[in-house]
Nanobody, 126 residues
Framework: QVQLVESGGGLVQAGDSLRLSCAFSGRPSGRPFSNYAMGWFRQAPGKEREFVSA????????LYADSVKGRFAISRDYATDTVYLQLNSLKPADTAVYYCAARRFRVSTAPDYEHWGQGTQVTVSS
């Protein structure tokens, strides 16, 4: 029903920046993009999926994990049904598959979102 497609991942050097995109679509027309809080999670090999950032359904508030606070920025564009994650000052520890997620109305820092994308790989070398 809800499809989330991430893009923008790649291999970069430490200190570089990257911009991830997540395209939201309903199949067929269902609940609109504005009904969902949107989140970004990441998962490194052999580790559990962890919260990175989230934004409320109305874009009024944002949340960040301590490990990325001040370096990453989440935003959403209602004209294109797209959520972005700007990753700055990247570190090797940021290497992971990054997943976009959608959750109706209430924002959450737990991996309890209803819909998930397939992920996009971010690799940061020293």
């Amino acid at each position: 029903q809800v499809q989330l497609v991430e893009s923008g991942g790649g291999l970069v050097q430490a200190g570089d920046s990257l911009r991830l995109s997540c395209a939201f679509s309903g199949r067929p027309s269902g609940r609109p993009f504005s009904n969902y809080a949107m989140g970004w999670f990441r998962q490194a090999p052999g580790k559990e999926r962890e919260f990175v950032s989230a934004i409320t359904w109305n874009g009024g508030s944002t949340l960040y994990a301590d490990s990325v606070k001040g370096r990453f920025a989440i935003s959403r564009d209602y004209a294109t049904d797209t959520v972005y994650l700007q990753l700055n000052s990247l570190k090797p520890a940021d290497t992971a598959v990054y997943y976009c997620a959608a959750r109706r109305f209430r924002v959450s820092t737990a991996p309890d979102y209803e819909h998930w994308g397939q992920g996009t790989q971010v690799t940061v070398s020293s």
